[in-house]
């Protein structure tokens, strides 16, 4: 598999938030930015590879998330595609069903059908086509999380049952503790993102989540810390093996 059969996904490292949306919330946004954005993941993940970056903020709307709440588990505590709550639970906005309808229309839509293009063109010339599905989370667990183990790894990686081959696994975790970092399977956070069209119905398409500990390369305050550089040679670097070993 070379690059072009990779498609990278980085949904939450904007944090864009138009003009047109910002009258509804009501938090403290640049809090609740600092929190919740994959800051610096588009930096990080992105390269030789082809991409789809979704270029508005996830408080804004969540791509990664179903769009029908109903199959969606974060809905339960304001955070599916749409959020109304913010990281502790508070009130971040409130959306009635036309809202909601019109923000997937406007984002989650146009995302989600470049990301399926993305991986047709993929699939079209090379046959098969690997996701990888860019992430970091915060070096301490937010409230909103189901996992509150204190003890978080330097590298999460999050699988499909149907989509993320075991050999896939092996390969990213041989290569990050080969170079030092630790990781664990789902933990803190789990599944990967596959396009609807092939999701549950196309073994050509594999996808696979790599998330990063914010703690590696950036402070509490959002600033990249002295960790940046070796952290996106190291993440370049795991693409590069990834490539190679299913070329």
Known sequence: ?????????????????????????QCDLDDELLKMTDHYCDELFCGDCPAVVFPVSRLVCDPERFRDDTQESMSAVGMGAVYTR???GALQRIVDDKSRDRILR???DPHHKALTDAVQAALDRNGHCLIIDGHSFPAK???????????????????????????????????????????AINAPFSGTLV??????????????????????YMNEDG???EGFSSIRTDVQALLETISKVFG
């Open 1 to 25: 598999m070379d690059r072009s059969a990779i498609v990278i996904h980085v949904p939450h490292a904007s944090t864009f938030i138009p003009d047109s949306e910002r009258s509804a919330f």
């Open 86 to 88: 913010t990281h502790n």
């Open 106 to 108: 406007m984002y989650y």
């Open 141 to 183: 667990p937010l409230p909103y999380e189901h996992d509150q183990n204190p003890h978080r790894p330097d590298f999460c990686i999050g699988t499909d049952p149907y989509h993320t081959p075991d050999d896939l696994i092996e390969t990213a975790v041989r290569f990050l503790e080969t170079h030092g970092y630790t990781t």
């Open 195 to 216: 396009p609807m069209r092939f999701y549950q119905k196309d073994k050509r398409v594999s996808s696979i989540m790599i998330e990063i500990n914010r703690g590696l």
């Open 223 to 225: 600033s990249r810390n």
